[in-house]
């Protein structure tokens, strides 16, 4: 028998293969056997309707519970409706109007969830349970068009008696599966069922047609559903991304490219860039993954990687990734790698995560940043990040302590010295900071403690991008990004006369203050669990008390992060499963307590009514967890008081 998913192949044949069919179905239920004049995929289908037990004489399909259901199904498959709807209307005024015809979609289960038909059509699909909610998967309603596409994944038509189910005779079924032009996996069916005289106009192709154009709408749909998180997937990739049209036009970039390459959309990517090779031949390769070198108006070698850009198998233009050659790529010294990332910055407070996202697009400028900060606040983990997030990442990252050096010893420290520059000086001359840290990053941390003398070298060194060894006639061009870092207050220093203002303007273009962790209390569960993860480095966790964690929150943390973190390395040498208020330093629970307890108190002042005695030891026995030396300080009165008290009103 021949094997197409078409049930008829001429109308010349309609009446005999009408008559054999009816033969094939006649011997199964008499000889309950499949017999071998079907169709591969009908009978293939009979079999599996065979497992399942489906009855070849039932009339009615399985229906889903109730509307409430159906209506579940239909906010589930919205943008599926949304997008096949005109595709069905199509359909339905592709037949003649008197015919017994109907489109009709499923879910990706099966179950009908719109049907577009004239009133008498539809009243003849309700006698069958074919209407909205039904089940028309092979184990409800055997072999047909929707089930059997289901089944197999392929467009199928079935026609007269190749449907198990004797009530489905009369009919003539054709379904094509839509898919999710992303992953492939089928979303729906698309099904033209209706009297089987129309098997020849009932046309199977014309209906894969329609699920083509339906399968391209959803491209269009998701592809502008998901601009944001593709925009911020590419943002987060550390090398330039661009999506160019066929005309090379600039449609979408992130943040590298339009850093890197000082790139804008709508920009000529072809005008922007000088190719190695003839610019004119790249039209002609678009349709194909290749690679070109090319150069940016900085000098920058770059190695350019094009992935064809199609939907539904039409080329759009291309996607293009570049890379530094690898001769550009620095060879970091041994000792001067950045180790944090900006997954190491652990938050949800709003501030914090505006900076960090202003921070990765600094990331990518060579201007000089200014981080400020309380103490253990977490200024050279942002730094770092900064470094291992952006263009010079594959650079040395060179940290400086500038308060940790003895001033005499700072310039030849920072900018190195000749052999024999002075007395004492090392035989063959030192590399300063700032010639290790060429091609990458140079991290000035304390910057507020720089002497005065030294802060004109550094002036010098940011205007010139120079530097000048002790004892050497020529300076040294030096390519170095520098990021400087204070507790200090810079402005107040200014007033002071202990900081030169032209310098604190040239490390002040992009400025940075992180917030003390007592305003960001929020987040002190997230930072904890990842301390003591860290801490433990996996062996085992234990978690924290609910009495630990609110002390932890109440305590005002002048030592911030750092403080901490030593607070959680003690807590965890003493614990064992769990952290509790036994382990945690004395100091810090009773300040807790008491910054708790006057929160309480004030509390009491914004009540309308004041409070009597007996509330007002209540809520201070409850504030302190019924410490007693705790509570009469709070109350001003005696220990020996606070007793009397409780003796009196039973507490």
């Known amino acids: 028998m021949y094997d197409s998913p078409l049930a008829i192949q001429s109308f010349a044949e309609f009446s005999e293969r009408e008559k054999q069919l009816l033969v094939c179905w006649d011997d199964y239920l008499t000889k309950k056997k499949v017999p071998s004049g079907l169709r591969s995929l009908i009978s293939s289908s009979w079999k599996r309707c065979e497992r399942m037990r489906v009855s070849p004489l039932q009339t009615q399909v399985q229906v889903v519970s109730d509307q409430y259901d159906l209506l579940q199904k239909k906010v589930e498959n919205k943008l599926l ?80 008696a190749e449907h198990f189910c004797w009530a489905w005779h009369p009919w003539v079924c054709s379904a ?88 804008k959309e709508e920009s000529i990517l072809f005008n922007i860039l000088e190719w190695a090779a003839d610019p004119l031949e790249w039209r002609e390769r678009l349709s194909n993954i290749f690679e070109e070198k090319l150069r940016s108006r900085n000098g920058t070698a770059w190695v350019a990687k094009f992935y064809p850009y199609k939907i539904a198998g039409k080329l759009f233009g291309s996607m293009v990734l570049f890379k530094k050659e690898w001769s550009q790529r620095i060879q970091t010294s041994v000792g001067h790698v950045a180790r944090f990332h900006f997954s190491d910055l652990v938050t949800q407070h709003p501030s914090m995560l505006n900076l960090i996202e202003v921070a990765k697009k600094a990331a990518f400028s060579d201007q000089t940043v200014l981080i400020t900060g309380e103490t253990g606040t977490g200024k050279e983990v942002l730094a770092q990040a900064i470094h291992n997030h952006g263009s010079r990442r594959e650079g040395p990252f060179v940290a400086v302590n500038c308060g940790a050096i003895p001033e005499e010893l700072l310039a030849s420290e920072l900018f190195g010295y000749e052999k024999g520059a002075f007395t004492g000086a090392n035989r063959q001359g030192k590399k300063g900071k700032f010639l290790l840290a060429d091609k990458g990053t140079i991290l000035l941390d304390e910057i507020g403690d720089l002497p005065l003398k030294v802060q004109t070298y550094l002036l010098r060194v940011l205007e010139e991008r120079m530097v000048h060894p002790l004892g050497r006639e020529r300076p040294i061009p030096v390519d170095v990004r520098v990021i400087a870092a204070t507790h200090k207050d810079l402005e107040q220093e200014l007033r002071k006369g202990n900081f030169r203002e032209d310098l604190y303007f040239r490390l002040k273009v992009i400025h940075f203050q992180l917030p003390p962790l007592r305003r960001r209390k929020q987040d002190l569960p997230l930072l904890v669990d990842r301390m003591v993860a860290q801490l433990t480095k996996g062996k085992r966790k234990p978690s924290v008390d609910p009495a630990a964690m609110r002390v932890l929150e109440a305590y005002h943390w002048p030592g911030n992060l750092r403080e901490l973190r030593n607070v959680l390395d003690r807590a965890l040498f003493y614990a064992e499963n769990r952290i509790g208020l036994e382990h945690l330093p004395k100091e810090i629970v009773e300040q807790a307590r008491d910054r708790e307890a006057v929160w309480i108190m004030s509390s009491w002042k914004e009540k309308r009514e004041p409070l009597d005695e007996r509330e007002k030891l209540l809520w201070a026995l409850e504030a302190t967890r019924w410490n007693i030396t705790q509570t009469a300080r709070i109350l001003n009165v005696s220990r020996m008081t606070v007793y009397r008290w409780m003796k009196r009103y039973g507490l």
């Not at 089930?147 to 038509?157: E, I």
């Not at 991304?241 to 090379?248: E, K, L």
């Open 176 to 263: 094509v599966p839509i898919r999710d032009p992303l992953t492939n996996k089928i979303l729906g069916i698309l099904d033209i069922s209706g009297e089987k005289g129309l098997v020849l106009a009932h046309d199977l192709y014309y209906l894969v047609s329609q699920v083509g154009k339906i399968e391209h709408n959803l491209t269009l749909h998701l592809t502008q559903e998901n601009a944001l998180t593709l925009q911020t997937l590419t943002d987060s990739m550390g090398d330039p991304f661009v999506v160019i049209d066929v005309n090379g036009t600039v449609k979408r970039s992130n943040v590298p490219a339009k850093m890197m390459l000082d790139l």
């Open 81 to 160: 409706l949304e997008v096949a709807m005109p595709f069905m209307e199509e359909i339905f005024l592709h037949f003649p109007t008197e015919k017994i015809i109907s489109a009709v979609l499923t879910d990706a289960c099966g179950v009908i969830i719109e049907i577009k038909a004239n009133q008498k059509s539809l009243s003849t699909a309700e006698s069958h349970t074919f209407f909205q909610g039904a089940d028309w998967t092979e184990g409800s309603a055997g072999t047909n068009a929707i089930g059997t596409a289901l089944a197999t994944g392929q467009p199928t038509q079935v026609f007269g």
